[in-house]
Nanobody, 124 residues
Framework: QVQLVESGGGSVQAGGSLRLSCAAS????????MGWFRQAPGKEREGVAA???????YYADSVKGRFTISQDKAKNTVYLQMNSLKPEDTAMYYC??????????????????WGQGTQVTVSS
């Protein structure tokens, strides 16, 4: 089992920044990919960014150039640095971890473990 704990959400004005953290514990060594997903009220869950243990990164088009995903393997922690935030970034953000992920952004079903979510609210 792997446990994921997110932190770092909050409320900011448009143009501001936030950094989300996701700390993994348990059998974290079995994970090969960690991702961030978000879901706004009335909308489908969307893959935002993902990173493999080999360092490969993937981003949704809507966040490219604004968001950066990174990992600290020693701490089993993944970060999502979010800059130039827009009101449309408002959503609940979830961290996910998978053992065999082939579709890092579109394959939410491939992730084995999920965090409880952290709210990000961007006001105009």
């Amino acid at each position: 089992q792997v446990q994921l704990v997110e932190s770092g959400g909050g409320s900011v004005q448009a143009g501001g920044s936030l950094r989300l953290s996701c700390a993994a514990s348990g059998y974290a060594y079995s994970i090969n990919c960690m991702g961030w997903f978000r879901q706004a009220p009335g909308k489908e869950r969307e893959g935002v960014a993902a990173i493999y243990t080999n360092g490969m990164r993937y981003y949704a088009d809507s966040v490219k150039g604004r968001f950066t995903i990174s990992q600290d393997k020693a701490k089993n922690t993944v970060y999502l640095q979010m800059n130039s935030l827009k009101p449309e970034d408002t959503a609940m953000y979830y961290c996910a971890a998978g053992q065999t992920v082939a579709r890092p952004l579109s394959g939410a079903y491939e992730y084995n473990y999920w965090g409880q979510g952290t709210q990000v609210t961007v006001s105009s």
